[in-house]
T-cell receptor, first 110, second 113 residues
Framework: DVKVTQSSRYLVKRTGEKVFLECVQDMDHENMFWYRQDPGLGLRLIYFSYDVKMKEKGDIPEGYSVSREKKERFSLILESASTNQTSMYLC?????????FGPGTRLTVT | GENVEQHPSTLSVQEGDSAVIKCTYSDSASNYFPWYKQELGKGPQLIIDIRSNVGEKKDQRIAVTLNKTAKHFSLHITETQPEDSAVYFCAASINQAGTALIFGKGTTLSVSS
C-alpha cells in the first residue's frame, strides 16, 4: 500500500518562528510536491522537486523554501512564519501520472 | 502559465441523479487531465484521468470527456450516491512529462438521499 506521511496533522506556531514541515514517501518516487489548500482557492503549488537536491518554484513560492537531501524526504520551510501562512499544507509524490497525497498538516500561525 | 477554471463551485443533487463538473484550461501544451476526490480530513485521491490523445474515458459510474480544441474537460458521475459527497478537483499538467499539475479551485458535491 502506497504511503505518503506528513510529520504533523496539526501545528501551531508564533509569528516569526522558523517552521519545518516534513514529508516522507515510501514508493521510491522521483517527484515530490508541496501545496497549500485554502477555502475557495483550491490547491496551489508551492514547490516541487524532480530529484534529490533539485527544486522548482510553483505558483506561490514567496515566503517558503524547500529541501530534498534524500529521495524519500521533502521538507517545506517557512523561514519566518506569518499569519497569512495559516493554511492546510499537502505533500504529494509521483513517478508519472497519479500523484499520491499525504493527509495534510493544518498550520496555524498566531 | 497554465490556468484552470472549474465550475460550479458547489453542486447539490438528489441520490440517483447525475452530476457534471466542468473545467477549462489555457495552455494547449497540457496533455494530462486528472480528477481528484477529497473527503473530509483526507488528502485528495485520484478517481479518473485522461490523456490528450483520448476523447473519453469511463470507469463504472464515472466518466471524463476531453475537448482539446475547446480546451475543456468534464467529469460525469451517474447514479450518484451519498458517499459521492466530497470536494472534487480537476487538474491539468504543466510540464511535458505530465508529472506536475495545476488544480482548479474545487467543487463541493452534496448528494442527498
Amino acid at each position: 500500500d502506497v504511503k505518503v506521511t506528513q510529520s504533523s496533522r496539526y501545528l501551531v506556531k508564533r509569528t516569526g518562528e522558523k517552521v519545518f514541515l516534513e514529508c516522507v514517501q515510501d514508493m521510491d518516487h522521483e517527484n515530490m510536491f508541496w501545496y497549500r489548500q485554502d477555502p475557495g482557492l483550491g490547491l496551489r503549488l508551492i514547490y516541487f522537486s524532480y530529484d534529490v537536491k533539485m527544486k522548482e518554484k510553483g505558483d506561490i513560492p514567496e515566503g517558503y523554501s524547500v529541501s530534498r537531501e534524500k529521495k524519500e524526504r521533502f521538507s517545506l520551510i517557512l523561514e519566518s512564519a506569518s499569519t497569512n501562512q495559516t493554511s492546510m499544507y499537502l505533500c504529494a509524490s509521483n513517478r508519472v501520472g497519479e500523484q499520491y497525497f499525504g493527509p495534510g498538516t493544518r498550520l496555524t500561525v498566531t | 502559465g497554465e490556468n484552470v477554471e472549474q465550475h460550479p463551485s458547489t453542486l447539490s443533487v438528489q441520490e440517483g441523479d447525475s452530476a457534471v463538473i466542468k473545467c477549462t484550461y489555457s495552455d494547449s501544451a497540457s496533455n494530462y487531465f486528472p480528477w481528484y476526490k477529497q473527503e473530509l480530513g483526507k488528502g485528495p485521491q485520484l478517481i479518473i484521468d485522461i490523456r490528450s490523445n483520448v476523447g473519453e474515458k469511463k470507469d463504472q459510474r464515472i466518466a471524463v470527456t476531453l475537448n482539446k480544441t475547446a480546451k475543456h474537460f468534464s467529469l460525469h458521475i451517474t447514479e450518484t450516491q451519498p458517499e459521492d459527497s466530497a470536494v472534487y478537483f480537476c487538474a491539468a499538467s504543466i510540464n511535458q512529462a505530465g508529472t506536475a499539475l495545476i488544480f482548479g479551485k474545487g467543487t463541493t458535491l452534496s448528494v442527498s438521499s
